[in-house]
């Protein structure tokens, strides 16, 4: 299952920086992941300071 970005983000940009097929995009207020090109791979939660990456 792709991840997604919870509420919790804080637009840090971390998690974009690090994702390897470039899923994840800057939002309305916060970060999102393209489901379809996600590889479920967690590279994003690794690096979140406030865990907002989570599986779906």
């Not at 800057?26 to 590889?39: R, S, T």
Request: hydrophobic share 35%; glycine share 10%.
């Amino acid at each position: 299952m792709a991840y997604i970005i919870n509420d919790d983000c804080i637009s840090c940009g971390a998690c974009e920086a690090e994702c390897p097929v470039s899923a994840i995009s800057e939002g309305d207020g916060k970060y999102v992941i393209n489901a379809d090109e996600c590889l479920d791979c967690g590279a994003c939660a690794g690096v979140c300071p406030v865990g907002a990456p989570v599986q779906e």
